[in-house]
Nanobody, 124 residues
């Protein structure tokens, strides 16, 4: 069973920081790409930051300098460090991964495997 589990969301005051984690678990999985998206109420889901399959990082232009994505490949885990948080950063943050694995003798690849999301609320 392949899972993406996010953690680290919560309530934080403006100017504060949070660190989100996304861990991929399952037998014989390979994480080809992993990143973070967010969706605020009434808005479309948007890219926050991601590692691409080519190993590069990509950020939403508006978030560069405040948000940093990192990873621990040995743990199949990606992190999102969010600093200087603003009320407009309030959203559900989702992890998305490009995963591949073998199961029952078959090869599977999921290009858009989503986690359940974690709520981030920035408010005083």
């Amino acid at each position: 069973q392949v899972q993406l589990v996010e953690s680290g969301g919560g309530l934080v005051q403006p100017g504060g920081s949070l660190r989100l984690s996304c861990a991929a678990s399952g037998s014989n999985i390979s994480v080809n790409a992993m990143g973070w998206y967010r969706q605020a109420p009434g808005k479309r889901r948007e890219l926050v930051a991601t590692f691409t399959a080519g190993g590069n990082t990509k950020y939403a232009d508006s978030l560069k300098g405040r948000f940093t994505i990192s990873r621990d490949s040995a743990k199949n885990t990606a992190y999102l460090q969010m600093n200087s948080l603003k009320p407009e950063d309030t959203a559900v943050y989702y992890c998305k991964a490009d995963l591949s694995y073998y199961s029952g003798g078959y090869f599977y690849r999921h290009y858009d495997y989503w986690g359940q999301g974690t709520q981030v609320t920035v408010s005083s």
